[in-house]
């Protein structure tokens, strides 16, 4: 099956999110309620709109509330042979584990186990970032520490690309990709997405906690 990278639409902004789901899982909010047939058929417009004008091969979009879920499965999942998208396929995660890493950093926090307004130099003092005195783990949730994203590294993108994404790397070797690279700005000025703070977040849970960012998810 080929992966098919699901964009999350516009039109969906009050509350619908892409997602992978299947037959087996539970859903979010129990509810034995039933949309009514005219937001169904307003939700079957926005699905059918966004895959059109995002050019989206295949999606899966699940929305659960206590008034009613909406699960439907639109367009192909494999370009080569047009098989149907199904509420059985799976998608990869991606950038979703970010609100799970950063769920679990609350906990901690919630805990005492965590200061949002301790610094990368407390936590992490083998990552000698530029003004790490000044980055708070604060400013690595919210994306304002101005840490250089991995991904933007042109020399790791070619080795990933030749060797067809295959790669694992750990969050140590990601993390000092970025070392490599001067901060995009003063620490807690700006804004700047990027996917090395998570990982620096990972860290930090697992240092203060001494189990896995896996098996504090799994825990919880």
């Not at 050019?55 to 047009?82: H, M």
């Not at 530029?130 to 994306?143: D, E, S």
Request: aromatic share 10%; net charge negative; hydrophobic share 40%.
């Amino acid at each position: 099956m080929r992966p098919i990278f699901c964009s999350t639409a516009a039109a969906f902004i009050l509350s619908l999110l892409f997602i992978s789901c299947s037959k087996e899982s539970n859903p979010v909010v129990e509810t034995t309620q039933q949309l009514s047939s005219a937001t169904i058929a307003r939700m079957d417009s926005v699905f059918d709109a966004d895959m059109l004008k995002y050019e989206i091969p295949g999606a899966i979009v699940g929305f659960w509330s206590p008034q009613g879920n909406y699960i439907k499965a639109r367009g192909c999942s494999d370009l080569a042979t047009n098989e149907p998208m199904s509420l059985d396929n799976h998608f990869r995660i991606g950038s979703v584990s970010k609100t799970f890493t950063g769920t679990i950093v609350l906990f901690l926090v919630q805990e005492g186990k965590i200061n949002l307004d301790s610094s990368v130099a407390y936590y992490l003092p083998e990552y000698p970032f530029p003004k790490a005195y000044k980055i708070t783990v604060r400013m690595l949730g919210n994306m304002t520490s101005g840490i250089f994203d991995y991904t933007e590294d042109n020399a790791w993108m070619q080795s990933c690309l030749a060797n067809n994404w295959e790669t694992v790397f750990s969050p140590d070797s990601l993390i000092k990709v970025s070392l490599q690279h001067p901060l995009n700005f003063e620490p807690g000025t700006n804004f700047s997405y990027t996917n090395t703070t998570p990982l620096m977040l990972q860290m930090i849970c697992e240092k203060v906690t001494g189990k896995s960012l896996k098996s504090l998810m799994n825990d919880r």
